[in-house]
């Protein structure tokens, strides 16, 4: 009995007792189905067996939706058990959601529609190069808004949509936090970019007055390959990114760096697939592209004479 029992539980079955008897062999015995045999051929000792193989075969071959989702809210009745099960009380009038009706779906829609037509990649910039000030007779350019402005620049090669730019963008952003590192220290004193280059001039170690150098020659990369695009419209971006880095960027750039370069030069989207991330009025994203690019211009240019006057390069 002891054996027969041992057994029965090693293949899935409730350890019954038996009366008397013997295992059967291996190859009578079937999964899910362990039967035992007596001397005397006895069914009473092998039902509870056979009852519990099947009970656990139909369990198993059944399908989840069969089975109806126990909830706490149980309501005692005579009816049958199937029933018995409700769901919970609706929540009171309080915590229900709003209504959405009709006319807020309409205004909501009119409201996107309006939004995506008019807005454009450049209205949601924080701070455009348009609003960089610049003191009188070209003395100074104001520091934070340039470098928020540069920031913006970032964000858009964001829309190349290319992992191979992220080598630009992150010496551009790089070149920023130099900078802003050495602005915050003193607010009120680098206002200006000019401030800070003629501040490290006598410093040994000029962390800023680089970071402006590389960050100045990478804004003309951009610029100068913006302009190319915006000028030329049957140029593909591929194209024009290719050549404003020729121009611009690789001359300072070592064998092991412009491989990189390139490679992210020609991975590109096409042209048209760029305009329409900056918007879908195309007459005015080139409006407001031809206008962001005249401010880029002309800050770069007080940029370039100031390094080129102090020999700051």
């Given at each position: 009995?002891?054996?027969?029992?041992?057994?029965?539980?090693?293949?899935?079955?409730?350890?019954?007792?038996?009366?008397?008897?013997?295992?059967?062999?291996?190859?009578?015995?079937?999964?899910?189905?362990?039967?035992?045999?007596?001397?005397?051929?006895?069914?009473?000792?092998?039902?509870?067996?056979?009852?519990?193989?099947?009970?656990?075969?139909?369990?198993?071959?059944?399908?989840?939706?069969?089975?109806?989702?126990?909830?706490?809210?149980?309501?005692?009745?005579?009816?049958?058990?199937?029933?018995?099960?409700?769901?919970?009380?609706?929540?009171?009038?309080?915590?229900?959601?709003?209504?959405?009706?009709?006319?807020?779906?309409?205004?909501?829609?009119?409201?996107?529609?309006?939004?995506?037509?008019?807005?454009?990649?450049?209205?949601?910039?924080?701070?455009?190069?348009?609003?960089?000030?610049?003191?009188?007779?070209?003395?100074?350019?104001?520091?934070?808004?340039?470098?928020?402005?540069?920031?913006?620049?970032?964000?858009?090669?964001?829309?190349?949509?290319?992992?191979?730019?992220?080598?630009?963008?992150?010496?551009?952003?790089?070149?920023?936090?130099?900078i802003r590192d050495k602005y915050v220290t003193d607010t009120a004193k680098y206002t200006t970019l000019q401030a800070i280059v003629l501040d490290e001039k006598?410093?040994?170690?000029?962390?800023?007055?680089?970071?402006?150098?590389?960050?100045?020659?990478?804004?003309?990369?951009?610029?100068?390959?913006?302009?190319?695009?915006?000028?030329?419209?049957?140029?593909?971006?591929?194209?024009?990114?290719?050549?404003?880095?020729?121009?611009?960027?690789?001359?300072?750039?070592?064998?092991?760096?412009?491989?990189?370069?390139?490679?992210?030069?020609?991975?590109?989207?096409?042209?048209?697939?760029?305009?329409?991330?900056?918007?879908?009025?195309?007459?005015?994203?080139?409006?407001?592209?031809?206008?962001?690019?005249?401010?880029?211009?002309?800050?770069?240019?007080?940029?370039?004479?100031?390094?080129?006057?102090?020999?700051?390069?």
């Amino acid at each position: 009995m002891r054996s027969a029992t041992c057994r029965a539980a090693r293949v899935g079955a409730r350890p019954w007792p038996l009366r008397t008897g013997r295992v059967a062999p291996r190859a009578r015995r079937r999964p899910g189905f362990p039967t035992c045999e007596t001397r005397r051929g006895a069914p009473l000792a092998t039902m509870p067996l056979i009852l519990h193989g099947i009970r656990s075969t139909v369990r198993a071959q059944r399908s989840p939706r069969q089975f109806i989702p126990r909830r706490p809210h149980f309501v005692p009745s005579n009816r049958p058990a199937r029933m018995l099960l409700q769901s919970a009380p609706p929540p009171p009038r309080a915590q229900r959601q709003p209504t959405f009706h009709l006319h807020t779906a309409t205004t909501a829609f009119a409201a996107f529609t309006t939004m995506s037509v008019t807005s454009t990649f450049f209205d949601t910039l924080p701070k455009n190069f348009t609003q960089v000030q610049v003191a009188s007779n070209d003395q100074g350019i104001e520091t934070a808004a340039f470098l928020e402005a540069t920031e913006g620049l970032i964000a858009l090669l964001d829309l190349l949509g290319s992992a191979a730019f992220k080598p630009v963008q992150s010496d551009m952003a790089g070149n920023v936090k130099k900078i802003r590192d050495k602005y915050v220290t003193d607010t009120a004193k680098y206002t200006t970019l000019q401030a800070i280059v003629l501040d490290e001039k006598a410093d040994k170690k000029k962390t800023a007055t680089e970071g402006l150098l590389w960050l100045k020659r990478g804004l003309e990369f951009c610029a100068k390959a913006l302009r190319r695009s915006h000028d030329q419209p049957s140029e593909e971006l591929a194209d024009s990114f290719t050549k404003a880095y020729e121009e611009t960027l690789k001359p300072f750039h070592g064998l092991f760096v412009r491989p990189i370069f390139t490679m992210a030069m020609k991975a590109c989207p096409y042209r048209k697939d760029f305009y329409s991330k900056l918007g879908s009025d195309e007459a005015r994203v080139q409006a407001q592209l031809d206008a962001w690019l005249v401010a880029l211009e002309e800050r770069l240019a007080i940029l370039v004479r100031f390094y080129k006057d102090g020999q700051y390069e």
